[in-house]
């Protein structure tokens, strides 16, 4: 079973589109978190949420949104997508709130044209 | 600015010889972390080290912290074609800051049968 698992693997999509990205862990992790990948290979956090709850909003335009209805869901919501948006897009969980042993899922390759 | 800079940028080595790759940071770290990322795929939590340790070893991997130099550095030894992808080094400051890992930009590690 995958552990962190989001999706889709792959998006292309339109510039001004608004598209979801899903992410579910199952490893009863109580944080979980959304990381970009750009094309350099730099990894920033975007997102963290304990327990439902936002702990970390990084500099972030208002066009993403991130969603946790439960402590195993965190959804990325972007609307009216640009072509900087190009990246690959990480979820990840973690067990406690101390960044011990994050585990990553696969990665969305997020292409905007 | 990345908070952990890896040094080289990318390597290249033979099967059997040992891969050294250092990381430096800037701000006093909580631990300190050392993820694979093979191509196109999610990031693998290898080894964390504690601000209190000094050495860590897991199989063939052997990991040094220097809080003085704010240094670490990830040897492998006997590597392996498989040992081929990115390294990246991620901290988390002290004190934590909502869990939030800070990545380095990685190291590209070409082994080579």
């Known amino acids: 079973d995958t552990a962190v698992s989001q999706t889709p693997k792959y998006l292309v999509t339109q510039m001004g589109n608004d598209k979801s990205i899903k992410c579910e862990q199952n490893?009863?992790?109580?944080?979980m978190y959304w990381y970009k990948q750009d094309s350099k290979k730099f990894l920033k956090i975007m997102f963290s949420y304990n327990n439902k709850e936002l702990i970390i909003n990084e500099t972030v335009p208002n066009r993403f949104s991130p969603k946790s209805p439960d402590k195993a869901h965190l959804n990325l919501h972007i609307n009216s997508l640009e072509l900087g948006d190009s990246a690959v897009y990480f979820c990840?969980?973690?067990?406690?709130?101390?960044?011990?042993?994050?585990?990553f899922g696969s990665g969305t390759r997020l292409t905007v044209v | 600015s990345q908070q952990g800079e890896e040094d080289p940028q990318a390597l290249s080595i033979q099967e059997g010889e040992n891969a050294t790759m250092n990381c430096s940071y800037k701000t006093s770290i909580n631990n300190l972390q050392w993820y694979r990322q093979n191509s196109g795929r999610g990031l693998v939590h290898l080894i964390l080290i504690r601000s209190n340790e000094r050495e860590k070893h897991s199989g063939r991997l052997r990991v040094t912290l220097d809080t003085s130099k704010k240094s670490s550095s990830l040897l492998i030894t006997a590597s392996r074609a498989a040992d081929t992808a990115s390294y990246f080094c991620?901290?988390?400051?002290?004190?934590?800051?909502?869990?939030?890992?800070?990545f380095g930009g990685g190291t590209r590690v070409l082994v080579k049968p």
């Open positions: 990840a969980s973690s067990q406690v709130l101390d960044g011990l042993g994050y585990t």
């Open positions: 991620a901290t988390v400051p002290r004190p934590a800051a909502g869990n939030k890992l800070t």
């Open positions: 490893l009863g992790h109580d944080t």
